[in-house]
């Protein structure tokens, strides 16, 4: 390995258990709604409106490459694994148990233990259904809605509603 590699792995490595402390101790407070917005956006590096509402508990395995838009609601149990980056637009509903996912593992065994970065967009007015899962490059289109449980593995149109292993277009709104 290059040793800017190991260096960066080295910085990646510290944000993420930097990230993982300060989000148990979140996730086990009493915390308002303003304390929740101020730690995120510690976390995040960016200010989280005062419109956002997060509930508890948040988990994420990096947090710095998350961006939340004005009037999101994430609901309880929802996942960030953002190191590729994942941002959800204005007024995203994420439900509860949610995993959004912005890395993936090479499937050559000699590469597996790296990662491919491909960043997650959620569009405007986006509702992402209960345990649903968005995987690594997808873009959620604005006003779609991805059912609970579905497994989203590539870009959700506009206007329309998808579901399923994998999902699929459904319906259109």
């Known amino acids: 390995m290059e040793k800017a590699n190991i260096e960066q792995i080295k910085e990646i490595t510290k944000t993420a258990l930097k990230t993982q402390d300060i989000l148990q101790k979140l996730n086990s407070s009493a915390a308002t709604q303003e304390e929740i917005r101020e ?3 510690k976390i995040t590096g960016h200010k989280i409106d005062d419109s956002v509402e997060i509930r508890l508990p948040i988990r994420s395995d990096y947090g710095a490459n998350l961006k939340i838009g004005k009037g999101v609601f994430i609901n309880s ?3 960030f ?3 590729g980056g994942i941002e959800l637009a204005d007024n ?3 439900g509860p148990n949610a995993t959004i996912i912005s ?3 090479p499937l050559d065994p000699q590469k597996r233990h790296t990662v491919e970065m491909k960043p997650v967009y959620i569009d405007k007015n986006a509702w992402l259904g209960a345990n649903s899962t968005i995987l690594p490059g997808v873009t959620v289109g604005q006003n779609a809605v991805v059912a609970a449980g ?3 593995t590539k870009d959700v149109p506009a206007n329309t509603v998808v579901a399923g292993v994998p999902a699929k277009v459904i319906k259109r709104i």
């Open 39 to 41: 730690v995120i956006g």
């Open 150 to 152: 579905a497994v989203v």
């Open 77 to 79: 149990g929802v996942m």
């Open 81 to 83: 694994t953002d190191l």
């Open 103 to 105: 890395v993936n593992h």
């Open 92 to 94: 995203v509903l994420v």
